[in-house]
């Protein structure tokens, strides 16, 4: 049975829909109403509070503390300023993905890292005669993301002790709502503007209450997994066990995927002399990588005329698929399409998707399969470079 | 040097903006010429009380289609449609009926009324996308001359035909029904509540001088419907920033294709030589060149105004003289300080960012006709209302809303006195009305625009104020729109276009008109 997060009394309270999900254990809302398409334009144009406690988070702190987060991701940890996060993947000693998510550095020796899975055995593994502690704080805090252009405009009425002017994308700061003591950073999950909030959960309730308050007249509207989806696959952003496989879980070697293949080759610091994966890393960079990782723009003309052909208007799911399917260039496979939705705000058919290296480039025109009325069909797909959607007030 | 452009589009509403999106596209040196100080025409978004943004005129995003959404890249220009998906009827008694995005919840509320109608309401939306889909292609073509023996027209006849057999039996007969029978009529099918009757049957009399009880008025409620089909592309919706920023993202893609814009610029008078135009004067006296001129304003601009006298056949002037406007319809914008209350208490919340109609029974919406069809505006009107800040928080400050009033009837030709005499009292008219189901209104607004057919006309040149640039009722539709042989976009003028919400397939915020009548240009050699 899912447990409830910190903020079950007020999300239950809003989640009309009844649609639940677990997520790592707890209740997360699919939707909070019938469908998520208010949810949706909130987190694009007002702003939508999701509660993602359900995330896995580590507190890493002692003399060693950065050594080990050093050691442990692809980025420079030490270069990572009190107060910065980072957003990086960590591999194993193939240079595989374990896992991705946020490092906060909140000082000199003292670090927390957010993931998707479990990662507290891998990291005391990682930190093997280090003088370090690592603390598995996932039921300690709640957490919050308040994603959209209006999530400013809240957050200044609700948290004092924080210069929302000052704080800039990938940084956090530690201030007050009322008398409760929060991290705010400005991370997310979505592409938009927008800030993740960190409380002891016993402060959980009020936090809560507090933001929808004074969030009322800025559009507030509490925003489930559906809506989060959609934003995330338009902002191009991975999500384990769906674009890629954890190098921990995967069955065969086919599944396992390098940051390079996963279109984080950005985040793979090779000047770092020493971190796990790292002569994989700088053999794969030498010699290439295998796979991709792209947008795909499908043709909605295509999808048009395929659902024509059958007499029907375009079908395309309201919500993101997370099946995958074959993409091809000509009549070969080339790779597989992960993550698909429509994209409300671009009006377009859009995919993440993992296809060989090579020829294949942004403006490159494969195909997607598209079932259409119980028949499998293709639609033309054009490579783009990701993001998909990335306004301007992001890092505003 | 005299200026001198490949096109120039008269008129910077939404289609005169397609038009010129699409002249440009193909690489035609345009310019668009523009009166107000701001493009849009009827899709303008105005700060007319500080801090807050009224949509003036349209308010809503009807039926933009999704090619142009598509091929103009509308979005990266930054066009954002935003849901409005339920309404909400409230009556004076306390009582309401919704309609929202949630099938089970929309059956519970009508089944209050009527248990029948709650399931029989499935059916009707089952009828009405079918109806949809047929009448959606028409929207999609150029209206072929059934008199003609051009191939041209030859062609579009037997296409339209074998597309019309090719409709299932249930809908020929349904889309006849349709296009003759009045929206009550039609309705009586499927309802027995009143209430459901009426809001339905509204959206069937809006921008036309009739009630829902008059033969034609079936037709206009379908185009509600028309969204459906995009599926969720939803081209339906309201537009974040007011529908003047449907305008703004159209111009910016104009823009970007190359096309010049010129605002505060009234065009007076082609220049026609030889039967043909070669430019146009500007009120200023500017002359500016161009090989094909398109006008995207009214018939009555388009042929009786603009045109050098005798340049135009005298038959087709007739025509167009008697080419109907009527225009029935005023705008209510309201500041509020706070939001309304209602006297009813809908179980689903978020009733707010949805339509709120004041159609409480058919009786209402027939009586509203009464006083206008003897010369005077409903003294308790039919309205359609909006509180877009609700949906899109820029468009008041923190914490204040906009109300949007489409209100109806509001005759252009007035019995007694004239419109300037009389704003003010169909504003008090309004807020009376609203009163009656939201009791705190009076206390909260801060500002009060009332735009009257008259204020229309005067603004954005639609004559008589009508917000389709003449009746949507099937004698002025395909074919006949705006008169019988001039319905291709062209005109007896060489390289004289018309592009405007006045030719098929009419008026909301559609663009097909704009579009149609570029590819149409673009045939000819877009000279």
Not at chain 2, 71 to 89: A, D, K
Not at chain 2, 207 to 225: D, E
Not at chain 2, 251 to 268: L, M, N, P, Y
Not at chain 2, 384 to 396: G, L, N
Request: with cysteine; glycine share 8%; proline share 6%.
């Amino acid at each position: 049975m899912p447990l409830p997060t910190p903020f079950h009394t007020r999300t239950a309270q809003h989640c009309t829909s009844a649609q639940w999900r677990n997520w790592s254990g707890y209740m997360a809302a699919i939707n909070y109403q019938y469908t998520h398409d208010f949810e949706y334009y909130a987190i694009r144009n007002a702003a939508g509070l999701i509660d993602v406690t359900p995330l896995y988070k580590y507190e890493i702190s002692g003399p060693d503390a950065a050594n080990l987060v050093d050691r442990i991701i692809t980025r420079n940890a030490h270069r990572c300023k009190i107060g910065q996060v980072l957003y990086t993947p960590w591999c194993d000693d193939d240079g595989k993905m374990v896992d991705d998510g946020t490092v906060q550095r909140f000082s000199e020796q003292r670090f927390r890292i957010t993931s998707a899975t479990p990662n507290l055995w891998w990291f005391q593994d990682c930190a093997y005669g280090m003088n370090v502690d690592i603390q598995d704080i996932s039921a300690d805090l709640g957490a919050l993301a308040l994603q959209g252009p209006k999530s400013r405009d809240i957050l200044r009425e609700v948290v004092k002790g924080i210069d929302f002017n000052k704080l800039k994308f990938f940084y956090l700061a530690e201030g007050k709502a009322g008398r409760i003591p929060l991290v705010v950073s400005r991370t997310g999950y979505t592409g938009d503007l927008g800030y993740e909030l960190w409380v002891e959960r016993k402060h959980a309730e009020k936090l809560w209450d507090m933001l929808l308050d004074k969030g009322q007249k800025y559009g507030i509207t509490p925003a489930g997994l559906n809506a989060l989806d959609i934003s995330r696959i338009e902002a191009g952003l991975l999500l384990l066990d769906v674009d890629y496989i954890s190098s921990k879980h995967a069955l065969i070697d086919a599944r396992l995927s390098s940051p390079y293949e996963a279109g984080l080759g950005w985040a793979v610091n090779l000047k770092k002399k020493r971190f796990i994966g790292r002569s994989a890393l700088a053999r794969e960079k030498a010699a290439g990588s295998v796979w991709q990782f792209c947008g795909l723009d499908v043709s909605w003309p295509e999808i048009e005329a395929l659902y024509g052909k059958v007499d029907l208007p375009p079908l395309v799911a309201g919500v993101a698929s997370r099946l995958a399917v074959p993409v091809y260039s000509g009549s070969r496979q080339v790779g597989q399409a992960t993550s698909i939705t429509f994209s409300p705000i671009l009006k377009k058919y859009i995919a993440l998707a993992t296809v060989e290296t090579g020829d294949i480039m942004p403006g490159s025109k494969l195909s997607m399969e598209i079932t259409v009325e119980f028949a499998r069909e293709q639609a033309e797909a054009t490579v783009v470079k990701l993001p998909f959607y990335d306004p301007p007030h992001k890092r505003s | 040097m005299a200026e001198r452009y490949d096109a120039i589009v008269i008129g910077g509403g939404h289609n005169g903006l397609v038009n010129a999106a699409y002249l440009a596209r193909a690489g035609k040196k345009v310019l668009v010429l523009e009166q107000r100080h701001l493009v849009g025409g009827a899709t303008v978004t105005e700060e007319l009380y500080p801090g807050f943004k009224y949509s003036v005129f349209s308010y809503v995003i009807s039926l933009m289609r999704p090619e142009i959404i598509r091929e103009l890249n509308l979005p990266g220009h930054g066009l954002t449609i935003l849901p409005l998906e339920s309404t909400l009827t409230p009556l004076q008694n306390g009582e309401y009926l919704y309609r929202g995005s949630d099938p089970h919840e929309t059956r519970r509320n009508i089944a209050r009324f009527s248990p029948r109608d709650a399931d029989a309401y499935q059916d009707y939306g089952h009828t009405l996308f079918f109806m949809a889909k047929a009448v959606k292609y028409m929207l999609g073509i150029v209206p072929p001359d059934p008199t003609s023996l051009h191939p041209k027209d030859m062609l579009g006849l037997a296409a339209l035909g074998k597309y019309l057999t090719g409709l299932r039996e249930d809908d020929i007969y349904n889309l006849t029904k349709l296009m003759t029978m009045s929206a009550v009529d039609f309705l009586e099918q499927w309802f027995e509540t009143d209430v459901l009757k009426a809001t339905l049957s509204a959206s069937g009399i809006i921008g036309t001088f009739l009630g829902p009880r008059s033969p034609g008025t079936a037709y206009v409620l379908l185009h509600h419907y028309m969204g459906e089909l995009d599926g969720n592309f939803r081209a339906w919706g309201f537009a974040k920033g007011g529908t003047g920023a449907i305008a703004e993202a159209i111009a910016s893609s104009a823009r970007a294709f190359g096309a010049k814009i010129r605002t505060e610029a009234k065009v007076s008078e082609l220049l026609v030589k030889n039967n043909s135009v070669r430019g146009i004067v500007l009120d200023n006296g500017d002359e500016i060149f161009a090989d094909t001129i398109v006008s995207s304003l009214d018939p009555w601009q388009t042929f009786l105004n603009l045109p050098p006298n005798g340049s135009m056949p005298e038959e087709l002037l007739t025509d167009i003289r008697k080419f109907k406007f009527k225009g029935s319809s005023a705008k209510v914008n309201l500041a509020l300080d706070a939001l309304p209350q209602f006297n009813c208490k809908p179980e689903n919340s978020n009733f707010l960012r949805g339509a709120i109609s004041i159609s409480p029974s058919l009786d209402y919406l027939e009586q509203a006709y009464d006083d206008a069809k003897y010369g005077d505006f409903s003294r308790r009107p039919y309205m359609d209302i909006i509180i877009p800040s609700m949906i899109d928080p820029d468009m008041a400050p923190p914490g204040k809303h906009v109300m949007s009033c489409f209100v109806q009837y509001a005759p252009y030709h007035l019995r007694e006195g004239n419109w300037e005499d009389k704003r003010e009292a169909l504003g008090d008219a309004v807020v009376n009305t609203l009163a009656e189901y939201m009791p705190n209104i009076k206390d909260i607004i801060l500002h009060r625009q009332v735009v009257t057919p008259l204020d229309i006309e005067e603004r954005i040149g639609l004559s008589q104020g009508n917000i389709f640039q003449g009746e949507l009722s099937l004698s002025q539709l395909f074919f006949l729109r705006p008169a019988a042989g001039w319905a291709k976009y062209r005109t007896p003028l060489k390289n004289y276009y018309q592009c405007g919400s006045g030719t098929h397939p009419g008026g909301g915020i559609m663009g097909a008109p704009g579009r149609l009548a570029a590819m149409e240009i673009l045939k000819d050699g877009g000279h």
